[in-house]
Nanobody, 114 residues
């Protein structure tokens, strides 16, 4: 089992920045990668960014050039630096980790005001 705890969400004005953090604990050695999804009410959860243990990164087109995912393997933590935030980035952001199972954090609200 892997437990994920997110932090760093909040309210920010358009054009501002936020940094999300997600700390993993438990069966850390089983993790093959970590990343972030987001979800707004009435819509499917969508991938924002991911980073595998080998370093391969993947971003949604809507966040490329604005968001950066990074990992601190020593601290079993993944970060999402979000710059130039837009109102359409408003969502609940979920940390996730994948191995032979998928694990999810509890979610953290990000609200971008116009």
């Amino acid at each position: 089992q892997v437990q994920l705890v997110e932090s760093g969400g909040g309210l920010v004005q358009a054009g501002g920045s936020l940094r999300l953090s997600c700390a993993a604990s438990g069966s850390i050695s089983s993790i093959n990668g970590m990343g972030w999804f987001r979800q707004v009410p009435g819509k499917q959860r969508e991938l924002v960014a991911s980073k595998s243990n080998s370093g391969f990164t993947n971003y949604a087109d809507s966040v490329k050039g604005r968001f950066t995912i990074s990992r601190d393997n020593a601290k079993n933590t993944v970060f999402l630096q979000m710059n130039s935030l837009k109102p359409e980035d408003t969502a609940v952001y979920y940390c996730y980790a994948w191995s032979i199972h998928n694990y999810w954090g509890q979610g953290t609200q990000v609200t971008v005001s116009s």
